[in-house]
């Protein structure tokens, strides 16, 4: 039996050598540790390695340079160490989540990201996550890089760019009002070469026509005064008598006739005198009332402070007659006829559309029907003398042609507002005494001593007629208002739904479209109750109110206005002023 004693040198022998390999086995992890840590240390992000509590169980020395605290304060810490205070609920949640459905990814696509340093400083960081198998459980690492210069970068191409889309969008303004300016002025100039066409085409026919009645009153005069001679040498003949007299009355048609054609040419023999326009029409109520029949009714309207007119007076009262008659022949089913007289003021906007306008001080005598209405085909020549659109034998075609040479030859001016199925207004404007005497009203010096009225609130312009519209919107840009444009009703109506922010719709009455301003009113106040409408028309307003039976009283500035006028009413409908009795 071998004694274990002799054995004893041989286990010794093994258990150095077995505590040799665990020495060397110890090295060689301890050099692969040292490897491990100084290749963390080498990396250029910062490496936080936390398990599934959140606990802090590794850090390189990048992530002291970036948070400011040592490796030992951070080991055994919490990550939330690392996180803004503000942020910490929301990445308690984060990290829950990402430990239930672990994977490599980087953090931060929705949103953007912060650290904390010591002391409580921000930094904007980028972090890129990525779970590790250990023994004891899932680890997960995060490797972090400040950001703070990519963001410093990203917002000075941000602003570059913003800057960049401003002067663009500043250059694409100044463009479009370049353009709009151009327009303007593409669209100024045709309704001035068509007003400037009109007005020699009337001159041209003047001419014609005055040199027709010059002869034509030589002739008359020879053929009257050769049928009173014969009627002296005819004695008792009765017969020869009934045909001088017959012959005669001819003549005094034609005569009649001669004065039409010499009104219409500006060559009539005129004696004008001060008028109180209200005296003269109240004075023919009566009489146009027997004229007009039963059928038509007549509604007078007068503003206020009406300064006397210079015309002639009798031929005014045939103007008048004149408007009437034809009123009477464009309602055959009956209807109202609205005269109204007023104060007003042609401005050098209006004039520089209309040519042969003075601007300046005028009283107004406007005759309003409900009646068929014309087209524009038919308005460009109604003042042409022998158009007409009646059946033959029911009219000359010479009462609007006398008209409008009787208000030109007074220094006045004639405008024409229809449209087929509205109805037609025909505005006479004769100069004002004291404008006509060189003697300025002292309320037409106050309105023009006096500043515009303007703002800054959105208003929302409705009119379809472009040169009308681009004034409109020119006058009151000028006057600092914002504003929007259109020209009927579904697109004005398209514009509101745009802007939540306007405050007043000023449209006109009569628009195409099948949407007329009152239409549009309503249907916007059903969007926007709170806004504010004034209206306009070349209409008077009675007719306004009668064409359209509105219900309640509604703000109206009539065609043509004065731009300040245009501001006062503008700022009054803004600020709800109340409607004026005039």
């Known amino acids: 039996m071998t004694d274990p004693a002799d054995h004893a040198?041989?286990?010794a022998t093994a258990m150095a050598q077995e505590v040799e390999r665990l020495r060397a086995e110890l090295q060689a992890l301890s050099a692969r540790d040292r490897l491990a840590r100084n290749i963390l240390d080498a990396a250029p992000d910062a490496i936080v390695v936390v398990d599934r509590a959140g606990t802090i169980v590794l850090a390189n020395a990048r992530a002291e340079d970036l948070f400011g605290y040592q490796r030992a304060e951070m080991l055994g810490a919490s990550i939330e160490l690392l996180v803004p205070?503000?942020?910490?609920?929301a990445h308690l949640d984060h990290r829950a989540t990402f430990f239930d459905q672990p994977s490599a990814r980087p953090m931060g696509a929705q949103f953007e990201l912060y650290g904390r340093r010591k002391g409580g400083r921000v930094l904007p960081v980028e972090i890129s996550l990525s779970p590790v198998e250990d023994d004891d459980g899932m680890l997960v690492a995060a490797a972090i890089r400040d950001s703070t210069e990519r963001t410093m970068v990203q917002t000075a191409l941000r602003n570059a760019r913003d800057g960049l889309e401003q002067r663009v969008r500043e250059r694409t303004a100044e463009l479009e009002r370049a353009n709009q300016a151009l327009q303007t002025e593409i669209s100024d100039r045709k309704?001035?070469?068509?007003?400037?066409?009109?007005?020699?085409?009337?001159?041209?026919?003047?001419?014609?026509t005055g040199g027709v009645a010059h002869d034509f009153n030589n002739l008359l005069t020879v053929v009257l005064g050769n049928l009173?001679?014969?009627a002296r040498h005819l004695g008792n003949d009765e017969f020869g008598t009934e045909l001088i007299r017959a012959a005669t009355k001819a003549v005094e048609r034609g005569a009649n006739l001669n004065r039409t054609l010499l009104a219409f040419s500006r060559r009539q023999r005129l004696s004008p005198v001060p008028i109180s326009m209200k005296e003269l029409v109240e004075g023919m109520a009566d009489m146009l009332r027997r004229s007009l029949g039963e059928t038509v009714r007549i509604d007078i309207r007068h503003g206020a402070d009406i300064?006397?007119?210079?015309?002639?007076?009798?031929?005014?009262?045939?103007?008048l007659l004149n408007l009437a008659v034809n009123a009477r022949d464009a309602?055959?089913?009956g209807g109202v006829l609205t005269i109204e007289t007023a104060a007003v003021e042609l401005d050098e906007d209006y004039a520089s559309l209309e040519v042969d306008v003075t601007p300046g001080s005028y009283v107004m005598l406007a005759a309003s029907d409900t009646g068929i209405g014309m087209s524009q085909e038919i308005v460009a020549r109604a003042f042409d003398p022998f158009f007409t659109t009646k059946e033959t034998g029911k009219g000359s075609g010479l009462g609007l042609a006398m008209v409008y040479g009787f208000v030109k030859q007074s220094g006045g001016h004639v405008k024409i507002y229809s449209e087929p199925g509205y109805g037609t207004t025909i505005k006479l404007f004769l100069p004002e005494l004291r404008r006509s005497t060189g003697d300025r009203a002292p309320a037409e010096a106050d309105r023009q001593a006096a500043p515009r009225i303007g703002g800054s609130e959105k208003i929302l312009v409705i009119e379809d007629e472009p040169d009308v519209r681009?004034?409109?919107?020119?006058?009151?840009?000028?006057?600092?208002?914002?504003?929007v444009d259109a020209p009927d009703g579904a697109a004005g109506l398209e514009l509101l739904d745009q802007h939540a922010d306007v405050r007043l719709l000023f449209t006109d009455v009569v628009l195409p479209g099948g949407l007329n301003g009152p239409e549009i009113a309503r249907r916007a106040r059903e969007r926007r109750p709170d806004l504010e409408v004034l209206y306009t028309s070349g209409y008077?307003?009675?007719?306004?109110?009668?064409?359209?039976?509105?219900?309640?009283?509604?703000?109206?500035i009539t065609k043509p206005y004065h731009i300040d006028q245009l501001a006062h009413e503008i700022r009054a409908a803004l600020d709800n002023a109340p409607l004026s009795k005039t």
Request: aromatic share 2%; hydrophobic share 45%.
């Open 470 to 483: 681009a004034l409109a919107c020119r006058v009151l840009r000028s006057l600092g208002y914002v504003v």
């Open 307 to 319: 300064p006397p007119a210079l015309a002639d007076p009798s031929q005014l009262e045939v103007a």
């Open 9 to 11: 040198p041989e286990a």
């Open 85 to 89: 205070e503000s942020m910490r609920d």
């Open 540 to 556: 008077t307003g009675n007719a306004i109110q009668q064409l359209e039976n509105l219900s309640s009283p509604v703000r109206l």
């Open 331 to 333: 309602m055959p089913d």
């Open 228 to 230: 009173n001679i014969l």
């Open 191 to 208: 309704q001035a070469e068509k007003a400037l066409h009109q007005a020699q085409k009337m001159e041209a026919v003047g001419q014609l």
